[in-house]
């Protein structure tokens, strides 16, 4: 059976807003545990002093302001900044035939190196996300494909991690929490081991890159 404080975690991690403010230290404790007292009890079918409730906030609200320390901590210097614009995102579904056009458009690709191209492939699809400059040769390449979906007027942001970022937990939540506090939406999110990058709509992208600017 789970404890107080684990409930309380729970409810507040299913609001990433919430969880923010309280880790900004800018929610008054005793007004959030009146509010979420009655949530608590029905996953908890027991009632519950207001107490327990206040005690479990002021527990999450440390580990969570440690969490967002760390993050900072992590880069002792600001990080390089890379905006890449006018890109374009494809997805198709996945084939036996499309896994030879992917190594075509690789090889084509690096006769290119100035230009954006990514891929993921995942279960069931793979996204090809890269510069509008060579939209007409991906599509060519991935002709016969099954086209699932097409994105056009996106950009990037790019965030040069110091090494063994990866390692270390909510480092790239610490960046997508941020704009997700600003209303921005990510399209997509494509990351190496030391480079992590965030897609949007072009006419968010100047917004993006002056929040997560002040991130460092």
Request: charged residues 25%; hydrophobic residues 45%.
């Amino acid at each position: 059976m789970r404890t107080i404080p684990e409930i309380i975690a729970g409810i507040i991690r299913r609001s990433p807003y919430l969880e923010e403010a309280l880790a900004a230290g800018i929610i008054n404790h005793s007004a959030l545990a009146r509010l979420i007292k009655a949530e608590v009890e029905g996953e908890a079918m027991k009632r519950i002093q207001p107490g327990a409730a206040i005690v479990g906030i002021n527990r999450l609200a440390r580990t969570l302001r440690g969490r967002a320390k760390r993050s900072r901590s992590v880069f002792r210097r600001a990080p390089d900044l890379i905006v890449r614009l006018n890109l374009f995102e494809v997805t198709y579904e996945n084939s036996r035939t499309f896994i030879l056009k992917q190594k075509k458009l690789f090889e084509s690709a690096s006769h290119r190196p100035q230009y954006f191209l990514t891929v993921t492939r995942g279960i069931n699809e793979t996204t090809i996300i890269a510069s509008r400059e060579i939209r007409n040769h991906v599509l060519s390449a991935c002709r016969g494909e099954k086209l699932v979906s097409e994105i056009g007027k996106l950009a990037s942001v790019t965030v040069m991690l110091p090494p063994g970022t990866a390692l270390i937990p909510g480092v790239y939540s610490y960046i997508l929490k941020a704009l997700a506090w600003e209303g921005l939406n990510v399209i997509e999110v494509v990351s190496t081991l030391n480079e992590f990058s965030v897609i949007l709509e072009d006419k968010v992208i100047d917004a993006a890159f002056s929040i997560i600017k002040r991130l460092f």
